[in-house]
């Protein structure tokens, strides 16, 4: 297993709340990634980093914003919660393989947003 | 855009039945990954397929990757109930990312 550490693990706020889900990893990879998934359902890039000081957004829209000041720390931030964000959220990093990247995730944090 | 699709989407199989879960490309992929996602779990790299016709065994679990490099299939002999869960195969994308398929859930019956 790999050493990627979310928190928090379950988390249940209310509408418009302001909120970060931390995302570190001690593997020294510099990409990272951000994934959203309901439950039994397809995993959906929001965003990811290439390193430090480097953010994208991924394939689905996401309201949510990231940064990357050091390259274990990947925290994600919604400004303003709504019922729509509730979800989990897997936090990624990568090492560059034979011929990809292989993807190590995190446990997840459970959002729920009443 | 680049698509991976997996069928089928839901497989419910009696436990010591054998279980297949095909991947498809809509372009050439240079490599093929697998995932499992156990419930509430989060997805645990599996393996990985470079060359064209490759198949690699972990146990029951047998993977194959498809001459033209655009499919693949992970094959689960007597399945048990240790292997429910939610399979994905992923590929790379554009931008170096990782495109996960659609994933198939097994539901394993005792």
């Known amino acids: 297993e790999a050493d990627i550490y979310q928190t928090p693990r379950y988390l249940v706020i209310g509408t418009g709340k302001k909120i970060t889900l931390e995302c570190s990893q001690t593997?020294?990879?510099?990409?990272m990634y951000w994934y959203q998934q309901d439950p039994g359902m397809e995993l959906h890039l929001i965003h990811y980093?290439?390193?430090?000081?480097?953010?994208e957004k991924g394939d689905l829209s996401s309201e949510s914003t990231v940064s990357r000041i050091r390259t274990e720390h990947f925290p994600l931030t919604l400004e303003s919660a709504r019922p729509s964000h509730t979800s989990q959220y897997l936090c990624?990093?990568?090492?560059?393989?034979?011929?990809?990247?292989?993807?190590?995730f995190g446990e997840g944090s459970w959002l729920t947003v009443v | 855009g680049q698509q991976v699709m997996q069928i089928p989407q839901y497989q419910h199989v009696q436990e010591g039945e054998d279980f297949t879960t095909y991947c498809n490309s809509s372009?050439?992929?240079?490599?093929i990954q697998w995932y499992k996602q156990r419930p509430g779990g989060h997805p645990v790299f599996l393996i990985q397929?470079?060359?064209?016709?490759e198949v690699k065994k972990q146990k029951r679990l047998t993977f194959q990757f498809g001459e033209a490099k655009k499919n693949s299939s992970l094959h689960i002999t007597a399945t048990q109930t240790t292997d429910v869960g939610t399979y994905f195969c992923?590929?790379?994308?554009?931008?170096?990312?990782?495109?996960f398929g659609t994933g198939t859930r097994l539901q394993v019956f005792p």
């Open positions: 992923a590929g790379p994308g554009m931008a170096d990312k990782l495109i």
């Open positions: 397929l470079v060359k064209s016709g």
């Open positions: 990624a990093s990568s090492e560059p393989g034979i011929s990809g990247n292989t993807i190590y």
């Open positions: 593997m020294g990879h510099d990409k």
């Open positions: 980093s290439y390193g430090v000081n480097s953010t």
């Open positions: 372009t050439t992929l240079s490599n």
